[in-house]
DNA sequence: GTGGCTGCAAAGAATTTGCATGGGC
DNA sequence: GCCCATGCAAATTCTTTGCAGCCAC
């Protein structure tokens, strides 16, 4: 494993990073805005141009890309880990019921990392702040399916 | 003495619950607080006072009482899912080294979840904040071993 | 008594890793 | 050419599940 050094200080310039056709189409699949694709959901897509990647190279770019901090691991509900494009402050809601999630614009909440470094003896780095609840179609009506992505 | 354990029992009746054995000694084991035990440290844990306990049963119940509300699943970093006991809130910092969880006292932020309504149609059950660093042993020194609980 | 719970074991899902080969720089 | 990155497949890790007997209520 990657140790956390890497991906505390390796944040701007992805040091001794290839830009292979493989690693590019995955970040490419990550910058749509508002997805949040599961590493299988990546391959799924990459798949359809690069037919033979293999599910371990999309396993081992998410992983060197998130320490390189170019893209972000969310833990998102009890499934897979997820992941999106690192490129502003911005948070998530998830429906519980049918998985979906979404973004919410960067927060009005203030500096939340200020506050917690003044509670704690932590060096603050950074924070995961998700909402659950009922998308508007669960709510209103029959669940919907669940959604991959 | 009133103790959780009356409390536990009582809430665990109306949630039309057994209070088998098993699940009593799951639940005082998430009573100690501070601790945010993965389901194989519970198991462990009750292991010693009931030396064939299953590993089943212990998923089985951390979900079932997590479904009933009595505790909470938390989705912090990449490794296995971690339980606490849901008593007030709070928030957790990860020290993205050693793995360590501490809990952070109950919010100086406001309402996050009234501000998250006003942004979204989603209907807002609740949140999951959790804090990313450093602590303080890792901070200031070699690396500690990673912290199972 | 009965329906929920349990232990056991096997299955399943998600992710990681070893190894030989391939390709970016 | 060096060495990181890849494909393939097996291995790990974590969690869920089927089933027959058991026990809380």
Aim: charged share 30%.
């Amino acid at each position: 494993m990657v140790t956390i050094m890497n991906k505390v200080q390796a944040n701007a310039k992805p040091a001794g990073l290839r830009m292979t056709r493989q690693r590019r189409l995955i970040l490419e699949e990550l910058d749509a805005p508002g997805r949040h694709p599961t590493a299988d959901a990546v391959y799924q897509q990459v798949r359809r141009r690069i037919p033979n990647i293999s599910l371990g190279t999309v396993y081992r770019n998410l992983e060197v890309l998130s320490q390189a901090g170019m893209i972000r691991k969310l833990h998102i509900g009890s499934g897979q880990k997820r992941y999106d494009r690192k490129l502003h402050k911005h948070y998530h809601v998830h429906c519980v019921q049918c998985g979906r999630i979404s973004d919410l614009p960067g927060g009005p909440f203030g500096d939340l990392e200020e506050v917690a470094r003044g509670n704690s003896d932590f060096d603050i780095i950074g924070y995961e702040l998700e909402f659950e609840g009922l998308c508007r179609q669960c709510k209103d009506s029959s669940p919907r399916q669940r959604e991959p992505n």
